[in-house]
């Protein structure tokens, strides 16, 4: 084979993939016109339910091609805007028929630095046409003398830095909720 049949068969190449893949993705849009959507990206505020310490968390939820799952990250803080504890999923499921949006999580407590337990958590989705959004949550974990715990899911437009910011996005997280 000549050096311009190797060029010719290259170029050709390059070229059926590049339409092949152009074609791959019009089928997949056209198609996932006809689906449901998600609307679960982006940072959110969260606002337990009751009194108490550790009322509000806030976290940003995104779609990691990685590990091929929706992740859940954030922070927990007191009261007062210090962090109380870092979470990061590990395992997550959306279910469309119940509506609902699975979560794993290690966390790590501020003070300690190190991984503190492993909790489990589920957002509430509620249809609207034909999208998906979250709208209250709960979460199970493993802090000492605590129980399952509810809270709204507010979006925010960032996270917040400093303490200061943190006060303002809790209050209205508070207002929200």
């Not at 830095?161 to 943190?166: D, F, K, L, M, V």
């Amino acid at each position: 084979m000549s050096l311009l049949q190797l060029a010719v068969a290259l170029i050709v190449g390059i070229i059926t993939g590049v339409l092949g893949n152009a074609f791959y993705q019009w089928i997949r849009n056209m198609l996932a016109s006809f689906t449901d959507r998600l609307d679960l990206k982006g940072v959110w505020g969260e606002r337990v339910s009751g009194y108490g310490e550790r009322l509000n968390s806030i976290g940003s939820i995104r779609y990691d091609l990685r590990r091929q799952m929706w992740v859940f990250d954030g922070t927990n803080f007191h009261n007062d805007g210090r962090p109380y504890c870092h979470w990061r999923t590990i395992s997550s499921h959306v279910d469309r028929v119940a509506g609902r949006y699975y979560y794993i999580f290690l966390n790590t407590h501020e003070d300690s630095g190190h991984r503190g337990y492993t909790g489990f958590g589920f957002i509430e989705l509620e249809k609207h046409g034909r999208t998906w959004s979250p709208v209250r949550g709960s979460f199970a974990a493993g802090n000492p003398g605590e129980a399952f715990r509810s809270h709204s899911v507010i979006r925010i437009n960032s996270v917040p830095n400093g303490i200061a910011e943190r006060l303002e996005v809790f209050k209205f997280l508070e207002e929200k909720s």
